[in-house]
């Protein structure tokens, strides 16, 4: 099985950009496809890219996904920062049977 | 409204059972597979088990294979985990998931029950 690391914790003011970075161990990160999700403090996850860089309907499109394979890792942009993007992010992909999440970054917005 | 709807956490003893739940309602839950996905306290989100929409395809994390047992009822529109021989670490919220299988991705999930193993 593979890993996928996300950095622990990243911020960032208002208005500004930032991007979370997800790297695959082992194996390709365009074998499978990339999930990203975004779970506040006490609800559940929800899903704001699919499919490597998909949004699902109601998702700003200040979200966005990408994946590169010379650094074997995906990411996940977040640009015109707002207070409400702050929230824990996880990363998932998918292989030979198993589920893998990223340890999760949070995101403060200061 | 699509919606999940677990039940069935608690507070059990160390090698205690449980069965959890997760109602489905607001789109066909017979044509879709599902997952169970946990979050230890303070923890980052770890998958659990996958049944596909038949029945015919189950998969489990190697922590609790042996251990844990998903099931689904379609014609009760419902999702089952049974948890045997439970753990302290097994200590969670568990969040039943809707998985796309076009891209093993989750579209759709419960606002979790919570499983707290201590004695």
């Known amino acids: 099985n593979f890993m996928l690391t996300q950095p622990h914790s990243v911020s960032e003011s208002p208005g500004k950009t930032v991007t979370i970075s997800c790297t695959r161990s082992?194996?390709?990160?365009?074998?499978?496809?990339v999930q990203w999700y975004q779970q506040r403090p006490g609800s559940s996850p929800t899903t704001v890219i699919y499919?490597?860089?998909?949004?699902p309907s109601g998702v700003p499109d200040r979200f966005s996904g990408s994946i590169d394979s010379s650094s074997n890792s995906a990411s996940l942009t977040i640009s015109g920062l707002k207070t409400e993007d702050e929230a824990d992010y996880y990363c998932q992909s998918y292989d030979s049977s198993n589920w893998v999440f990223g340890g999760g970054t949070k995101l403060t917005v200061l | 409204e699509v919606q999940l709807v677990e039940s069935g956490g608690g507070l059990v003893q160390p090698g205690g059972s449980l069965r959890l739940s997760c109602a489905a309602s607001?789109?066909?839950?017979?044509?879709?597979?599902m997952n169970w996905v946990r979050q230890a306290p303070g923890k980052g989100l770890e998958w659990v088990s996958y049944?596909?929409?038949?029945?015919?395809?189950?998969y489990y994390a190697d922590s609790v294979k042996g251990r844990f047992t998903i099931s689904r009822d379609n014609a009760k529109n419902s999702l089952y985990l049974q948890m045997n021989s439970l753990r302290d670490e097994d200590t969670a919220v568990y969040y039943c998931?809707?998985?796309?299988?076009?891209?093993?991705?989750?579209?759709?999930w419960g606002q979790g029950t919570t499983v707290t193993v201590s004695s």
């Open positions: 049944i596909s929409s038949s029945s015919s395809t189950i």
């Open positions: 499919e490597d860089n998909q949004r």
């Open positions: 998931a809707r998985v796309q299988n076009r891209y093993y991705g989750m579209d759709v």
């Open positions: 607001g789109f066909t839950f017979s044509s879709y597979s």
């Open positions: 082992s194996g390709s990160i365009a074998s499978n496809y």
